[in-house]
Nanobody
Framework: QVQLVESGGGSVQAGGSLRLSCAAS????????MAWFRQAPGKEREGVAV???????WYADSVKGRFAISRDNANHMLYLQMNSLKPEDTAMYYC?????????????????????WGQGTQVTVSS
């Protein structure tokens, strides 16, 4: 059973930075596609950044140039470096994983694409 545990959330002022981490366990190999989603109160969960097993990445337009997703396959870790944070980045951030998922072209992530989820870590950005 794959387990995902997020950490690194917190409260920060606008313009600040945070680094989220996701520790994965219960599987072997690096063939999982990993992602960060977020959900603000009253809104749907949305994809923020995705990285597949080959290192290809996807970012939401709202975070391009500010956020960076990376993974450490040897230690089963996923990261999200968030810079120049804005109040609209305030949300619960979730780590997600799906074996064998790859993407290209105009693909956009949906929650239904991923079968494994963490419990989330809260990010609050004040103005």
């Amino acid at each position: 059973q794959v387990q995902l545990v997020e950490s690194g959330g917190g409260s920060v002022q606008a313009g600040g930075s945070l680094r989220l981490s996701c520790a994965a366990s219960g599987y072997t190999g690096s063939s999982y596609c990993m992602a960060w989603f977020r959900q603000a109160p009253g809104k749907e969960r949305e994809g923020v950044a995705v990285i597949d097993s080959d290192g290809h990445t996807w970012y939401a337009d709202s975070v391009k140039g500010r956020f960076a997703i990376s993974r450490d396959n040897a230690n089963h870790m996923l990261y999200l470096q968030m810079n120049s944070l804005k109040p609209e980045d305030t949300a619960m951030y979730y780590c997600a994983a799906e074996p064998g998922l790859s993407f290209s072209g105009s693909w956009r992530p949906h929650t239904s694409d991923f079968g494994y989820w963490g419990q989330g870590t809260q990010v609050t950005v004040s103005s």
